[in-house]
């Protein structure tokens, strides 16, 4: 089976990484977070040859899911979260969005589970809660491939913050030692914010975490 490719949009006021996973020689991608202007991107992979098959969110803050609807409306895909995180997908107020002057939210199609595989145009990935950053925060995983995308749970050198409504610092710090550390150290971590990383390099070096 041809190995998956990640390509990388940075969008939006807090540069957020928007990620769209694909397998080589295929058009078919999985999107991560489309942080705003659902409509660019969907323009942009359309023009390149890409088609959106699924649309997952590591969580609901106002900077990673802006452009969902609209990307949802284009592309005629479901909408993919963690279930641990309704309250701030669905509330203004706790995804943030209201303070940052332009109230959102978004309803999932679906909510899946921790652990739950969801398989989209052949590419399957496994849903791990990381709650911390949010409630319901997490990460998905293409075992296959050892890719991780880690949305603000993990960054090269540092975590998310936790100081937004329904954060907690312990929690975040306890999801990652126990959820994402027992992942390979050869894992390519693909965070939310800044470059990629592995999770060898943060078990050694992230200052957070030692």
């Given at each position: 089976m041809a190995e998956l490719k990640i390509g990388r949009m940075v969008l939006g006021v807090c540069q957020t990484n928007c990620y769209f996973v694909y397998r080589e020689g295929s058009k078919e991608v999985i999107f991560f977070d489309p942080a705003d202007r659902g409509d660019y991107i969907y323009e942009?992979?359309?023009?390149?040859?890409?088609?959106v098959e699924g649309i997952l969110l590591t969580h609901g803050h106002f900077d990673h899911i802006w452009g969902s609807r609209k990307l949802?409306?284009?592309?005629?895909?479901?909408?993919?979260a963690y279930e641990g995180e309704q309250t701030v997908c669905e509330?203004?107020?706790n995804n943030v969005s209201e303070q940052a002057g332009r109230a959102y939210t978004v309803?999932?199609?679906?909510?899946?589970k921790d652990g739950e595989e969801i398989t989209i145009?052949?590419?399957t990935c496994k849903l791990i809660a990381t709650p911390g950053h949010t409630a319901g925060s997490c990460c998905?995983?293409?075992?296959?491939?050892?890719?991780?995308?880690?949305?603000?749970?993990?960054?090269q050198g540092s975590v998310?913050?936790?100081?937004?409504?329904?954060?907690?610092?312990?929690?975040?710090i306890?999801?990652?030692?126990?959820?994402?550390f027992v992942l390979p150290d050869g894992t390519k971590v693909y965070p939310g914010h800044g470059e990629a990383t592995t999770i060898g390099e943060e078990k050694q070096y992230n200052p957070f975490l030692q």
């Open positions: 942009t992979l359309e023009k390149n040859g890409f088609r949802r409306e284009l592309s005629g895909v479901k909408i993919y509330d203004a107020g309803k999932p199609d679906q909510y899946l145009a052949g590419m998905y995983y293409f075992e296959e491939d050892g890719i991780l995308v880690s949305g603000d749970t993990l960054f998310g913050r936790t100081d937004f409504p329904t954060g907690s610092m312990g929690e975040l306890r999801s990652v030692k126990e959820k994402l």
